[in-house]
């Protein structure tokens, strides 16, 4: 079945740093979806990527679409304290599927 | 106004009760789901209801029973608790079933099984 892999499951970075978690998947995907969940919240969407080779910008966050639509990333640069939290790659194509998460930690 | 309802927000019971999870969305939404998040914070897919009707339902024990009575409410019914159900279940929402739709996540059920 379609699986979504994601690292680091755990970043640690001095604020100001900048922060990026990968999310890869074996199969071609229609479309990558990335939430962010706060520690004790829950997920929230943040963007929906649908295009090979797309590239888009939240303020210091920045979300790619590999050109083989099998790959995406978020960035973050200059990391602050309000950035923490477990951020998720995810697809809703087919079967509702999230990679493992990466936990974000910021030291102030 | 509350898009994605769960009741309760904590649950602490004993191994081998039963016990109900209830969720409601006013969104207007056709699509249910039920996630389960355990203490590593992986997310998983149990259930997915569209319009009342299951269409998605992953490799979870029979103990674990949705009903959807209505398309705005997913419940979820479990059966002999045990110590591993532990988790935060989630239920989320969403405009259609899969393709390019977000879904809107409830506040969660952190369930604890002694």
């Known amino acids: 079945g379609q699986q979504v892999m994601q690292i680091p499951q755990y970043q640690h970075v001095q604020e100001g740093e900048d922060f990026t978690t990968y999310c890869n998947s074996s199969t071609t995907l229609s479309n990558i979806q990335w939430y962010k969940q706060r520690p004790g919240g829950h997920p929230v969407f943040l963007i929906q990527l649908v295009k090979s080779g797309e590239v888009k910008k939240q303020k210091r966050l920045t979300f790619q679409f590999g050109e083989a639509k099998k790959n995406s990333s978020l960035h973050i640069t200059a990391t602050q304290t309000t950035d923490v939290g477990t951020y998720f790659c995810?697809?809703?194509?087919?079967?509702?599927?999230f990679g493992d998460g990466t936990t974000l930690t910021v030291k102030p | 106004d509350t898009a994605v309802s769960q009741t309760p927000k904590y649950l602490v019971t004993q191994m081998g009760n039963d016990k109900s999870i209830k969720c409601e969305q006013n969104l207007g939404h056709d699509t249910m789901y039920w996630y389960k998040q355990d203490s590593k914070k992986f997310l998983k897919i149990m259930f997915s209801?569209?319009?009342?009707?299951?269409?998605i339902n992953e490799t979870v024990p029979n103990r674990f029973s949705p009903k959807s009575p209505d398309k705005a409410h997913l419940n979820l019914h479990i059966n002999s608790l045990e110590l591993g159900d532990s988790a935060v279940y989630f239920c989320a929402s969403s405009p259609l079933p899969g393709g390019r739709v977000e879904q809107f996540f409830g506040p969660g059920t952190r369930l604890t099984v002694l």
């Open positions: 995810g697809t809703n194509a087919g079967k509702s599927t």
């Open positions: 209801y569209n319009n009342k009707e299951l269409i």
